[in-house]
């Protein structure tokens, strides 16, 4: 069935750029028409949505954000990646990929997600 | 963007009871774009109800969903010990998406 990943440094130091990546096994990302997903939770607060990305590099992202987002695709590896950057302690988190329940839909709930990975922005 | 408010913040329960969630959005959810997940430390959220009131795949019928315009509810009729975690609901109705803060389901 599928599965998602999260790969990335578990530490990142302020003001540099926090890259994360999301390896999707068990499908294609580029033989479906979902836009996949990046959220994050902060420690002892929600989640947020990040932003999400279609396999052919069309992307939405959370305005909260303020353009420091760049979320790309890469379908040889059938993988998506995050970059955030300009990064604060606000940044500290865990981040999930997440693949959405239905096609087509850029904003959706999303029903397989992967286990997430802590990223720390600390010096 | 559409600010959603979860209570209580925590509900402290026995096995065998019923719980109660609140999901409260500034603004109407349209078409009822609400959906509900389990989160516990160190594992994947779960999703559980998707547009209010439908169960997703392999969620038991314990779980129900209901509430449509500003207020929403999800129902745990009787918990399981498995069902203690943190339960977030989530709008898609509209750019953002957005999360509540969760409510915390913890044991008497």
């Known amino acids: 069935q599928l599965q998602l990943q999260e790969s990335g440094p578990g530490l990142v130091k302020p003001s540099e750029t926090l890259s994360l990546t999301c390896t999707v096994s068990?499908?294609?990302?580029?033989?479906?028409?979902?836009?996949w997903g990046w959220i994050r939770q902060p420690p002892g607060k929600g989640l947020e949505w990040i932003g999400s990305v279609y396999y052919t590099g069309l992307t939405y992202d959370n305005p909260s954000l303020k353009s420091r987002v760049t979320i790309s695709v890469d379908t040889s590896k059938n993988q998506f990646s995050l970059r955030l950057n300009s990064v604060t302690a606000a940044d500290t988190a865990v981040y999930y990929c997440?693949?959405?329940?239905?096609?087509?839909?850029?904003?959706?709930?999303?029903?397989?997600w992967g286990q997430g990975t802590m990223v720390t922005v600390s010096s | 963007e559409i600010v959603l408010t979860q209570s209580p913040g925590t509900l402290s329960l026995s096995p065998g009871e019923r719980a109660t969630l609140s999901c409260r959005a500034s603004q109407s959810v349209s078409n009822r774009y609400l959906a509900w997940y389990q989160l516990k430390p160190g594992q994947a959220p779960r999703l559980l109800i998707y547009g209010a009131s439908s169960r997703a795949t392999g969620i038991p019928d314990r779980f129900s969903g209901s509430g449509s315009g500003t207020d929403f509810t999800l129902t745990i009729s009787r918990l399981e010990p498995e069902d203690f975690a943190v339960y977030s609901c989530q709008q898609y109705g509209r750019s953002p998406l957005t999360f509540g803060g969760g409510t915390k389901v913890e044991i008497k």
């Open positions: 997440a693949r959405p329940m239905w096609e087509l839909r850029p904003f959706p709930a999303f029903d397989i």
């Open positions: 068990g499908g294609s990302i580029s033989s479906s028409n979902y836009y």
